[in-house]
C-alpha cells in the first residue's frame, strides 16, 4: 500500500519536532546565598556575633505576599506559622530541585567565618519568573535543610514544617529588589546582605557595620529586647547613685 505524500510530509514534521524538542536542553537556574563573603555583608545576632544555631529560609509567597506591616507584628516564636499560613514556599521543597556540596543555609555555615553560605539549583520554571524572593533569619532551630555531617541533605529529604527554627529568639527578615525569580532560563540571582535598601527592602532587623547596608541584626524577641532596656536603665541609674 502505498503511503500518500502529505502523510510522509507530516511524518517528517513530526519526527523533527519530537528530535527538537527532545534535544532541548533547559539550562540550570542558580539561586546564591553569597553571605560567606565579607564584602557580601552578614545576618548577625544583636550583638553583632554570628549565630552558633538556626538559619535561614529562602523562599517566595505562592499568593499575595504579607504587608511589611503585617510581617513586623510577627515574633520569631510564631514567624515560621505565619510564613506557612500566608502560603510561603521555601526554595528548597519545591520537587526536583536539589543543594549542592558547597555550602549551606543553616548556622553554623561552613563559609568565611561561620557565615551562611549555598547555592541552589533547578530547572528554569516560567511561571515563577520575577517572584519576589525574602530571606527570613533565625537565630535558634534548624531548617532541616543543608549541609550535615554525614553530607548534603536532599530538599525532598525533609519538609518545611512549623516547627522549623522552633526556640528562636531573635530574627530578621530582608527583601532586596534585585531578589526576583530568574526571568529567563540558565541565569542567576545572587542574595547579597549588602544588596538589601534598609530604606524599604530590610522588613526586620537593624542595620549595623561600619559601611552602609553591610550588616543586618536580627531582631530580639520583645521580651528580650524589654530585658535589655531594663539592664541599660539600670546600669544608668547605678552610675548615677555612684555619683551621688
Known amino acids: 500500500m502505498k503511503i500518500p505524500k ?43 556575633t554570628i549565630p552558633t544555631s538556626g538559619g535561614v529560609t529562602v523562599g517566595y509567597f505562592s499568593s499575595t505576599a504579607p504587608m511589611d506591616s503585617i510581617i513586623q507584628t510577627w515574633s520569631a516564636g510564631n514567624a515560621v506559622s505565619n510564613l506557612i499560613s500566608s502560603g510561603w514556599v521555601d526554595v528548597r521543597t519545591v520537587i526536583g530541585n536539589d543543594m549542592q556540596a558547597n555550602g549551606d543555609w543553616d548556622w553554623p555555615g561552613q563559609g568565611t567565618g561561620g557565615k551562611i553560605g549555598g547555592t541552589f539549583n533547578w530547572t528554569y520554571n516560567a511561571s515563577l519568573a520575577n517572584r519576589q524572593l ?28 512549623s516547627s522549623s527554627f522552633s526556640g528562636s529568639s531573635q530574627w530578621a527578615a530582608l527583601r532586596g529588589s534585585t531578589w526576583l525569580l530568574p526571568a529567563s532560563d540558565g541565569t542567576a540571582v545572587n542574595l547579597r546582605v549588602t544588596d538589601v535598601d534598609t530604606a524599604g527592602e530590610l522588613i526586620m532587623g537593624t542595620e549595623t557595620g561600619a559601611n552602609s547596608f553591610r550588616d543586618i541584626a536580627m531582631v530580639p524577641e520583645p521580651s528580650t529586647g524589654a530585658l535589655m532596656m531594663i539592664g541599660a536603665a539600670g546600669l544608668v541609674a547605678l552610675r548615677r547613685l555612684r555619683k551621688v
Open 134 to 161: 525574602y530571606v527570613f533569619a533565625f537565630n535558634g532551630g534548624t531548617s532541616g535543610f543543608g549541609f550535615n555531617a554525614t553530607g548534603v541533605v536532599s530538599a525532598t529529604s525533609s519538609a518545611f514544617t
Open 6 to 48: 502529505w502523510t510522509k510530509i507530516n511524518l517528517v514534521c513530526c519526527v523533527a519536532l519530537f528530535v527538537s524538542i527532545s534535544g532541548q536542553v533547559f539550562a540550570v537556574n542558580t539561586i546564591t546565598h553569597a553571605e560567606a563573603l565579607l564584602s557580601n555583608g552578614a545576618i548577625t545576632l544583636q550583638d553583632g
